[in-house]
């Protein structure tokens, strides 16, 4: 069979493969190699070696300032969406009343658009600061910050949620109830035995937090779009202002991409790691 | 259940209660504000709306009139669904070949496209609008083998992850029988990828749908998807009418909504399939 | 083969729409031959219905700089497609986004036939791309060929539109402080207010007695909100750069307005410091509000000024529950406290130049020149200009009666031939980019929430503008 098949990869592989090489493996291989250049179109590109990758840390690139600022908000975020999907798991694994209804309204914001998201937040969030302490969202980098955590909190707890009831669901109940009948505490359950076994799903939701945190963009541009003067750019948005916002610096821009790409792939391939490992364990 | 037991319990659904109240007040406030005129909305979103704030369905027609809501809509379906449509049928028959046909080459193609799930948008942003002008892409049709290529990492990945799982005899004993490949795809194997085939459309048609830069760069001067036209509204016509733009965040939410309600099941499934392999 | 293939698609369909029906009911994909035709039906017809989009006459590709016309556009572009037959198609470029918009445009296949600069530093950007225009016919009707921008002989950017602003006040509300029995000020008139001092005296009492006055504040708000603050970071800063230059006789055309001093920082905190503190709402939330707040407060009768161009009569007027009368809105210049500045006039001028791209195909080029000379000089075309765009146009082929009959636009013209004062001049024309107006937007809203100090925001003006210069 396979040696039949073998002649259809024309009408199999190649069709997704040329999408596939046009709309994405071409252009990345031109976006490394435009990184090392300055231009303004393609065709007027010149070489200009690692400058590019200079100039992206140099003062007025607000790059640096952008990774620290994803970096806190990925730490924060990465904490506070799984505590509480997690808890929140734990409470609907409980046979409760309603289960499924709750369930399903706590998914929902993550069907939601980035853009939509961002706009629905920034009324709310202005709403109260303005009432509260008379200003408004731009007034300091920490209400965009924190605005930006409970968005994404609102946005992924639903999701990480499902991961998790998955994960305690698979737990055999003969292991909780064996606990409890040689009298264990609840905390001591919750860390002996529950923790360690739904610990697939803790990292997969890791890094999926981690990942979606640092490359986010539409929630950042509507929410925020940087203000008060770019302190809450994140990345993404750093590379896309750098990019389309000043003539004369699409080059350092495309220097920032490839970066900011190396960094996911060094993230996803820890993640690969470890869970490789832990497949290994069980 | 004990006393005790009991009592526990009603807290929890209690908690549960007043947290799910949490997650939809934004929308409920939004929807509130909606009917709101233009000026009374940002300073003080908590009110209800009273006569002297009441503007009815201005807001909604205002914005639909203003942003083309209802061909932002369309263009929106007419990307998302044939986009959809492509990558099921295109990418499964991918997967199923380098999965069958095993060899450096299936290999290579299989890491490739499967690595760039990694890559940030960013990376490639303008690069790929360039060819997409390039080889004149950039319509709603072109951007079908855009989103082909793009959502290719991913649909290769999950439905070469489900082909392994199908024992070989059933594909044999069909060549045996006479099938040639292409028969034997559609008659037999594609069946089977059924469950796997929703998943891949809800991952792919939640992520299309809510899509904002690609299509954005690619064809949003011309073509106003629904995420283009609602940030379109911020400051695109000199200024942000924010009576509008509580019409339109409404009005972009409600389709998705409709859709979840109608396919809840297989979404919840989907997406945590999609997460526990990606 | 071939129909084998064909048969694979359908069967491909056929099985995709059983998946589709599925989605919440389980139907058997077996017995659902006829709806996929009908899917692929649907594709096909969405197939031609991407690419019929062929006109006849021709199509002209506007990348247009002025939101607040947009709508007017697509009048525009359908009687004109009546009349002639060529399509319009016009696209309108965000709020502050007009740069990056028109670079992404110009490097696509389908590029902009015409395009807008907005002075010499918009040529030089775009230089191998303007075509020269000195030949066309619309160039020959041009009343005032200075206005134009022109290299060499050549000119390259012809201007659409003549504007004036400074600051909009309500008279009403004026001959009421003016009439108020416990004023501190002698001041009897709004022809008596010649310099910031006076201004600020006005100001200042009239913010004691607002509650006499029926006001929430004297100037509407300072809107600062991202891409809603060209008032401040471009017009307004017009003022002090002016000063600069002129005093220091400084060649526009040449590179000696690469760097500046902000020689007059000061005076531009006067004014704005005095917006800040006499308006409708507090500083701190400014970085919420919109130009369209601020003209609906002054059209709501809740300021009695603000900072404004022509351009805004439109917006005024269109406000729902608009009180104010329109023989009651009037201009004053802006004052700074600048030497001299008893006789300045209105900021009047034009940032606004048609271009013609070069690159474009010759009969596409033909075909813009014949509408921007249709627009301008025929009855229809006229008409939009005067009372639909409201544009003063600097040509010829307009009768004296063909002017704006709006009370700003008046105003201007009023201004502009006023015996002994000087308007001042666009120089924000020469401003760096766009980079450099948003961060001064961001650093003037920073100032505003009290989070900057003035110093600082004058080192950052002069450091930016040195650097974004140098691109």
């Known amino acids: 069979m396979e040696r039949n098949l073998k002649k259809y990869f024309a009408l199999f592989a190649l069709p997704t493969l040329t999408a596939f090489t046009i709309v994405f493996f071409i252009p990345f291989i031109m976006g490394v190699y435009l990184s090392f250049t300055e231009f303004t179109t393609i065709s007027n590109a010149r070489w200009v070696g690692f400058s590019n990758y200079i100039k992206a840390f140099e003062d007025g690139s607000n790059f640096l300032g952008a990774l620290i600022f994803t970096s806190k908000f990925a730490v924060v975020a990465v904490i506070t969406i799984n505590v509480f999907a997690f808890s929140i798991a734990m409470l609907l694994t409980k046979r409760l009343r309603g289960t499924n209804l709750f369930r399903t309204v706590f998914f929902m914001p993550n069907l939601i658009g980035g853009i939509v998201l961002g706009y629905i937040w920034q009324l709310i969030i202005n709403g109260i600061l303005i009432n509260t302490l008379g200003v408004d969202i731009t007034f300091d980098a920490k209400y965009g910050f924190w605005g930006l955590i409970v968005l994404t909190n609102w946005q992924l707890i639903g999701y990480m949620m499902i991961i998790y009831i998955a994960g305690i669901q698979n737990i055999p109940e003969e292991l909780t109830e064996a606990a409890k009948i040689d009298g264990a505490s609840r905390f001591q359950t919750l860390f002996r035995i529950t923790i360690p076994l739904v610990m697939p799903s803790i990292t997969i939701c890791t890094f999926l937090t981690l990942t979606n945190s640092f490359k986010m963009f539409d929630q950042n541009l509507a929410l925020t779009a940087g203000a008060p003067a770019d302190s809450t750019t994140m990345l993404a948005l750093d590379i896309y202002k750098t990019f389309y916002g000043r003539v004369g610096y699409e080059g350092v821009g495309q220097a920032k991409a490839v970066i900011f790409f190396v960094m996911i792939a060094v993230l996803a391939f820890i993640q690969l790691y470890l869970t490789r490992n832990k497949e290994v364990e069980n | 259940m004990n006393n005790r037991e009991r009592i526990s319990d009603t807290v929890k659904v209690i908690f549960l209660t007043v947290l799910a109240a949490v997650f939809l007040a934004p929308i409920l406030i939004v929807l509130m504000n909606s009917f709101k005129g233009q000026f009374f909305i940002s300073d003080q979103p908590f009110q209800l709306p009273n006569s002297e704030t009441w503007a009815g369905l201005n807001n909604y027609i205002n914005g639909m009139v203003k942003i083309g809501f209802l061909k932002a809509f369309y263009y929106s379906f007419i990307i998302t669904v044939p986009s959809v449509l492509t990558l099921v049928l295109f990418t499964s028959m991918t997967a199923w070949y380098i999965t069958r046909v095993k060899g450096k080459v299936s290999q290579a193609i299989f890491y490739i496209i499967v690595a760039s799930m990694i890559v940030p948008f960013q990376m490639v942003m303008f690069t790929m609008s360039k060819m997409a002008n390039i080889l004149s892409l950039d319509n709603p049709l072109g951007i079908i083998i855009i989103y082909w290529g793009f959502g290719a990492g991913l649909s290769v990945f999950m439905f070469a992850g489900f082909v392994k799982s199908i024992p070989l005899e059933i594909e044999e004993s069909a060549t045996i029988d006479g099938c040639n490949p292409v028969q034997l795809f559609f008659s037999i194997v594609f069946p089977v990828l059924k469950p796997i085939s929703i998943t891949v459309s809800i991952l792919n048609a939640m992520w299309i749908w809510n899509d904002y830069l690609l299509p954005y760069l690619v064809i949003g001067n011309n073509y106003r998807t629904i995420p283009i036209a609602v940030q379109y509204l911020q400051g695109g016509y000199g200024s942000r009418d924010m009576g509008a733009l509580m019409a339109m965040l409404i009005l972009a939410i409600v389709p998705i909504i409709i859709f979840y309600m109608l396919c809840q099941k297989h979404i919840i499934k989907g997406v945590v399939a999609g997460a526990v392999k990606g | ?471």
């Not at chain 3, 191998?128 to 225009?133: E, K, R, T, V």
């Not at chain 3, 500045?341 to 080029?365: M, R, Y």
């Open chain 3, 1 to 471: 083969m071939k129909s084998k293939k064909i048969l694979g698609f359908a069967v491909a369909f056929t099985m995709l729409a059983g998946t589709f029906t599925g989605c919440g009911s389980s139907s058997s994909p077996a017995d659902s031959g006829t709806a996929a035709e009908s899917t692929t039906a649907a594709v096909s017809s969405g197939a031609a219905a991407g690419s019929g989009s062929q006109t006849k006459g021709g199509e002209i590709y506007y990348l247009n700089f002025k939101p607040e016309i947009a709508e007017v556009y697509n009048e525009i572009s359908k009687v004109y497609e009546q009349e002639t037959g060529v399509k319009l198609k016009v696209v309108t470029a965000a709020s502050g986004t007009y740069e990056q918009t028109l670079k992404s445009e110009m490097e696509k296949s389908d590029a902009p036939t015409l395009f807008q600069i907005n002075g010499p530093r918009g040529y030089a950007n775009w230089k191998d791309y303007c075509a020269d225009l000195k030949d066309s016919e619309l160039y020959k009707h041009l009343t005032d060929k200075n206005l134009a921008v022109t290299v060499n002989g050549g000119v390259y950017g012809i201007p659409y539109v003549v504007e004036g602003y400074g600051i909009i006040y309500n008279n009403a509300i004026m001959n009421k402080y003016f009439a108020l029995a416990n004023k501190a000020t002698d001041v009897k008139s709004m022809d008596e207010i010649n310099s910031f001092a006076k201004l600020k005296a006005v100001v200042e009492d009239m913010t004691k007695n607002r509650e006499a006055l029926g006001i929430k504040g004297v100037f509407a708000s300072t809107s600062l909100k991202p891409g809603e603050d060209w008032r401040w970071q471009t017009h307004l800063a017009n003022v002090p750069i002016f000063y600069e230059f002129k005093n220091n006789n400084v060649d526009l055309t040449g590179d000696a307005t690469k760097t500046i001093t902000f020689q007059y920082a000061d005076n531009y905190k006067n004014i704005f410091d005095l917006y800040l503190n006499n308006s409708t709402v507090q500083p701190k939330i400014l970085g919420t509000k919109q130009v369209a707040d601020s003209m609906a407060e002054f059209a709501l009768g809740q300021a009695a000024m603000v900072q404004n161009g022509n351009w805004a009569w439109s917006q005024i007027s269109s406000v729902e529950g608009n009180v104010v009368k329109a023989e009651d809105i009037k201009f004053m210049p802006i004052y700074t406290g600048a030497a001299g500045e008893e006789t300045q006039g209105l900021c009047s001028g034009t940032e606004n130049f048609f271009s013609i791209n070069q690159k474009a195909a010759p009969e596409k080029q033909k075909l813009a020149l014949d509408f921007i000379y249709w627009l301008y000089s025929s009855d229809k075309g006229k008409d939009f200009v005067t009372n639909k765009l409201g544009f003063i146009a600097p040509f010829d082929t307009f009768g004296e009666n063909e002017k704006p009959k709006d009370p700003l636009a008046q105003e201007v013209l009023n201004w502009m031939g006023k015996q002994g004062t000087t308007n001042v001049a666009w120089n924000f024309t020469v401003f760096p980019n766009q980079t450099f107006k948003d961060n001064f937007g961001a650093a003037l809203l920073q100032y505003a929430q009290g989070k900057k100090n003035w110093e600082d925001v004058k080192t950052q003006v002069v450091n930016d503008w040195k650097t974004e210069s140098s691109k």
